[in-house]
């Protein structure tokens, strides 16, 4: 049915790897087609700063901003950069788990401590399929 596709590339003594986990790989409307992503970001030092800004909903947390500085925007210029490009953080997204941490906080805390973060992403066209976000 779907499949997995992994990249591993070496950039500036960083290793980048990216996992997509779908049977489609296009965008409409600036909403991922993909149902399900990995994205694992890397900082080179631990007083690095994301960059980004998110939202708590539900448990999770839903990309409202990624500003032009900061390690997801070096991130996202790299993978852009790429032949072919990889997978970059985009605002829509919904981050659902970081290094195995699925609850939003404790994603934001992990987030700080990490100097690897393995990010699971939910595409924003999905959101509404998603347990997490229906009442129970």
Not at 9 to 17: D, H, L, Y
Not at 32 to 52: A, N, Q, T
Not at 78 to 90: F, H, I
Request: glycine share 8%; proline share 1%; aromatic share 6%.
């Amino acid at each position: 049915m779907g499949q997995t596709n992994c990249c591993a590339t070496q950039e500036n003594g960083m290793e980048v790897t990216n996992f997509t986990v779908s049977s489609h790989s296009a965008e409409a409307d600036g909403f991922r087609e993909e149902k399900e992503l990995y994205v694992v970001i890397s900082k080179e030092s631990e007083f690095d700063k994301l960059g980004m800004d998110v939202k708590h909903v539900r448990g999770k947390l839903n990309i409202v901003n990624i500003g032009s500085d900061g390690v997801i925007a070096k991130h996202n210029r790299k993978a852009n950069s790429l032949d072919p490009p990889q997978e970059v953080l985009k605002v829509h997204d919904w981050i659902i788990d970081v290094n195995g941490v699925s609850s939003d906080q404790a994603m934001v805390d992990e987030c700080k401590k990490a100097m690897v973060m393995k990010v699971k992403i939910l595409g924003a066209k999905y959101v509404g399929e998603s347990r997490f976000l229906k009442d129970e």
